[in-house]
């Protein structure tokens, strides 16, 4: 079973500059979840779907991003325009349907996007 | 609001030896997940163990055992006779139903750095 994947590992983009990062969930996976680490601190949530549907985008720290699910398939994540505060891994995350006593709940981890603003 | 604090920010250990991993949480709500994932130097998170709050009966996975005590909010991770293979940062993490319909959105620690020496 292939696990999640993220496109590209690593970019570097200047300041004001566009970027869009890509994540390929576990086939099957309805939930899919983003989260970013900026450098020293915790990894943090930023937004959840269910298939394309947002149910959480508590996290979003401001309008430059943009997440969007199209079809419920892969998901983007823009940040436009970019800036310096934004640099560190952006992380994707897939999930079964949550089940109390189930497996299905365990988020699972793509390797994550280094991004760097310069 | 919910917290995990993860007091030890680096661990160093000579192989062989048994390690322990501390993880405190904080959280109003009854029913929560608790999680520890695995980052090793290529960056992906590993999913090592879930644990919800109904079940406090410790497991064992191999050279691995998670100490779940409610009543001190802790969650704690034994390496027994630890590998090089082992260095790695180690995360703990807690999940509460967010806002959305199904969301589960993990809250992390800041990571122990573990690092085993031969």
């Known amino acids: 079973e292939a696990g999640v994947t993220q496109f590209p590992s690593h970019s570097v983009i200047e300041k004001g500059q566009t970027v869009t990062l890509r994540c390929d969930p576990i086939?099957?996976?309805?939930?899919l979840y983003w989260y970013r680490r900026v450098m020293g601190k915790e990894i943090k949530f930023l937004l959840h779907?269910?298939?394309?549907?947002?149910?959480?985008e508590s996290g979003m720290p401001n309008n430059r991003f943009l997440a969007e699910r199209t079809g419920g398939t892969y998901s983007t994540l823009k940040v436009q325009p970019a800036e310096l505060e934004d640099s560190g891994v952006y992380f994707c995350?897939?999930?079964?349907?949550?089940?109390?006593?189930?497996?299905?709940?365990?988020?699972?981890f793509g390797p994550g996007t280094r991004l760097t603003v310069l | 609001a919910q917290k995990v604090t993860q007091a030890q920010t680096e661990i160093s250990v000579v192989e062989k030896e048994d390690v322990t991993l501390d993880c405190v949480y904080e959280?109003?709500?009854?029913?929560?997940?608790l999680f520890w994932y695995k980052q090793p130097p290529s960056g992906e998170l590993v999913f090592l163990i879930r644990?919800?709050?109904?079940?406090?009966q410790n497991e064992i996975s191999g050279r691995y055992s998670w100490n779940f005590q409610k009543s001190t909010s802790s969650f704690n991770f034994t390496i027994t006779a630890s590998q090089v293979v082992d260095s790695a940062v180690y995360f703990c993490?807690?999940?509460?139903?967010?806002?959305?319909?199904?969301?589960?959105?993990?809250?992390f620690g800041k990571g122990t750095k573990l690092s085993v020496i031969p």
């Open positions: 086939s099957g996976h309805d939930n």
């Open positions: 959280t109003r709500d009854t029913t929560y997940y």
């Open positions: 779907f269910v298939k394309e549907s947002k149910q959480d």
């Open positions: 644990r919800n709050s109904f079940d406090e």
């Open positions: 993490a807690l999940s509460e139903r967010g806002p959305g319909a199904g969301s589960y959105q993990l809250t």
């Open positions: 995350a897939s999930s079964q349907a949550p089940r109390w006593r189930g497996r299905g709940f365990a988020q699972f």
